[in-house]
């Protein structure tokens, strides 16, 4: 059992984090607005590298109604959130959320000062694509904020578990069939990102890469792929 005071960046709250879990990733919960790890870490560093975010356009893709997500849409007037329903139109909303391929948005250039996504990219067949439209999107200066696992036994290179092919069909490639949670039901995995990830994104979108990891026990902030990925469009 795991028992620490602190404090939620999420919620700005002073809590008591527990969990009778190990996999703190996803059963260190905030008491108060039941963020998970990986959203507090993202809201430490916004605050930090951001302090003015409530000012600034922001969109979020696949969000959660809870801790960074409800943090963003509350505080920032010009924050929009996006999903993709492939059956719909690009750029239409369904009820709150924008219909947006992150691999082909309709979004102009230079739309937005920040960007956020949460164990999204893992989840993408082309991942090279998403970054150069977020790249697109983002104007001089903008950051994106994004998480995803991180395999610390990948120190060589980042593995593609699936592939789409050009009908439709996903083919699977050496390793079994993964899934993750998402606000929608489950997501297949289609990457395992090693450590070069921040010399790839890089190479495929002229960002400015930095990958921060935590072992915070104030913030609640512990145990397995607490890493931040942020990357700054230079301006």
């Given at each position: 059992m795991y028992i620490h005071a602190g404090f939620c960046p999420c919620c700005e709250q002073d809590v008591t984090f527990e969990s009778s879990e190990d996999w703190y990733r996803d059963h260190l919960?905030?008491?108060?607005?039941?963020?998970?790890?990986?959203?507090?870490?993202?809201?430490?560093i916004l605050n930090e590298l951001v302090p003015?975010?409530?000012?600034?356009?922001?969109?979020?893709s696949?969000?959660?109604?809870?801790?960074?997500?409800?943090?963003?849409?509350?505080?920032?007037?010009?924050?929009?959130?996006?999903?993709?329903?492939?059956?719909?139109?690009?750029?239409?909303?369904?009820?709150?959320?924008?219909?947006?391929d992150l691999e082909r948005q309709t979004f102009y250039d230079e739309t937005f000062d920040l960007v956020v996504?949460?164990?999204?990219?893992?989840?993408?067949f082309h991942p090279a694509k998403a970054y150069m439209e977020i790249y697109r999107t983002l104007c001089a200066g903008g950051f994106y904020i994004h998480t995803f696992?991180?395999?610390?036994?990948?120190?060589?290179?980042?593995?593609?578990?699936?592939?789409?092919?050009?009908?439709?069909?996903?083919?699977f490639l050496v390793l079994p069939p993964e899934y993750h949670g998402s606000p929608t039901g489950t997501s297949l995995v289609t990457f395992d990102y090693g450590y070069d990830i921040a010399r790839q994104i890089a190479g495929w979108a002229p960002f400015d890469v930095r990958v921060i990891r935590f072992w915070d026990q104030r913030h609640g902030i512990i145990g397995e792929y607490t890493e931040v990925i942020v990357c700054r469009k230079q301006g």
């Open positions: 919960l905030c008491p108060n607005c039941q963020s998970l790890v990986r959203e507090r870490a993202v809201a430490l003015n975010w409530r000012t600034k356009r922001i969109h979020e696949s969000p959660a109604d809870r801790g960074i997500s409800r943090k963003l849409r509350l505080g920032a007037p010009r924050y929009i959130a996006s999903y993709f329903f492939p059956d719909r139109q690009p750029g239409e909303f369904v009820g709150h959320l924008r219909n947006e996504t949460l164990d999204v990219m893992e989840h993408l696992p991180i395999r610390k036994w990948l120190v060589d290179g980042s593995t593609p578990r699936a592939e789409q092919k050009s009908d439709g069909t996903v083919e």
